[in-house]
């Protein structure tokens, strides 16, 4: 039995944006796990210090990406704008490299590197642009596939990078590993990304960049993209609590987190390429509230463990709900602003943001009232509030977004 390609993977711009965002999260994979380690041990940033820059990066990156998205939108071009915010990838990874000090790490973090993540909400937008007069099936099948190369990213580097420097005195090297990978993601979008012809560009209206911000902060966009992100609040959650339960609930080690960390980032990406076919037959909405209610069973389980083989009998359920997780909302938020796919596409900085905000307040409120079991608990009732909240204000059936004034 042969395994049929969609007609949407043979799309030159497809395939290029999906190689680009394997290098683009290569290039995040490659630090994000140590970077804590680099800012905190080695360059002597204090706890507060560092997670006041997390902080502050964050809020810089979705404001970032709402108007390199606008930009993008009123040029038409998603191509030069990826061009441009890739350079700041190249930047502010090897700065931190070859100038290893507080300043460049606070600079580097807090401007370089935030303007580069916009690439990620860019090469989205760059696919949606390319997948603009195909079915939306079709178009949620390939933000899945463009989703799923992060995540096996995420699957492959993270591991390869602490084996290769694990005799390492530092682990600033890691920062060149993701400076190499800036350049190949860069590389890949000016080599190989077809150009668009003049008379191919998007033709649309203009907004200022204030009216942008403001178009993002429209209740019926924002209500939306709460009941998102109270969704993907779960991810977060589980990531602060899954090795704090391991590690002492459950009784299980340092070395299980890792495992069931690699275990259910194999399955993501599993899953994530799974889900198109089941997309296709019931809806992504469906697909999406089917998922939802897979990773609140996983979190209500999760929180009542009381061995460390449960959690791993866990991973399969795991990694089929965190799937649907971080791939279908992708495709929602693009459609809550379907006529600009930049600014649309930014709406993904801005539910990551709102996730790992609300993942935060419910990680302090429970770990306040409850432990970390009672946490994984809380954290599914308010992923099961989220769904809620999209089915009542759009139903089973796929949205189709209305048209947005200028």
């Not at 429209?218 to 590690?247: C, D, F, K, Q």
């Amino acid at each position: 039995m042969s395994i049929r390609i969609p007609d949407a993977y043979r799309n030159p711009t497809v395939r290029t944006t999906m190689l680009a965002i394997f290098a683009f999260g290569f290039s995040g994979a490659a630090t994000a796990p140590y970077s804590s380690i680099v800012g905190i041990h080695e360059l002597g940033l204090s706890d507060r210090a560092y997670s006041m820059l997390l902080a502050a990066a964050a809020a810089v990156n979705v404001v970032i990406s709402i108007l390199v998205g606008n930009i993008a939108d009123r040029l038409g071009d998603y191509r030069r704008m990826m061009v441009f915010v890739a350079l700041f990838g190249i930047a502010g990874y090897g700065a931190i490299y070859l100038l290893p000090a507080q300043s460049t790490f606070v600079f580097s973090g807090l401007l370089l590197l935030p303007a580069y993540g916009a690439l990620n909400s860019l090469l989205f937008a760059n696919a949606r642009a390319a997948t603009n007069r195909m079915k939306r099936e079709d178009v949620a099948s390939v933000n899945s596939g463009v989703r799923a190369m992060i995540s096996l990213s995420w699957v492959l580097v993270p591991g390869i990078t602490g084996a290769l420097l694990a005799g390492s005195p530092s682990m600033l090297p890691a920062y060149l590993f993701s400076t190499l990978a800036a350049v190949a993601c860069l590389g890949l979008i000016v080599v190989f990304l077809p150009k668009v012809a003049p008379g191919d560009a998007l033709v649309i209206n203009h907004l200022s960049y204030w009216a942008a911000l403001a178009h993002v902060a429209t209740p019926r966009i924002l209500v939306r993209v709460l009941g998102v992100s109270l969704v993907t609040s779960m991810l977060h959650v589980n990531g602060a609590v899954l090795s704090l339960i391991v590690t002492g609930p459950v009784g299980g080690n340092v070395a299980d987190v890792g495992i069931l960390i690699g275990i259910v980032a194999l399955l993501e990406v599993i899953f994530i390429v799974a889900l198109a076919p089941l997309i296709r037959r019931i809806g992504a909405m469906a697909t999406l509230a089917v998922g939802t209610m897979l990773y609140v069973t996983y979190l209500g389980l999760l929180g009542l463990s009381t061995a460390v083989w449960q959690v791993y009998a866990l991973s399969l359920i795991s990694g089929a709900g965190a799937a649907a997780l971080i791939s279908i909302p992708i495709t929602y938020l693009q459609d809550l602003i379907a006529d600009r796919p930049g600014l649309g596409s930014a709406l993904i900085s801005v539910n990551m943001f709102l996730g790992a905000g609300l993942g935060a307040l419910i990680f302090g409120l429970g770990t306040a009232v409850s432990g970390y079991s009672g946490t994984a608990i809380l954290s599914a009732l308010a992923g099961g509030g989220g769904i809620a909240l999209l089915l009542a204000l759009d139903g089973l059936k796929s949205r189709h977004a209305e048209p947005q004034p200028s």
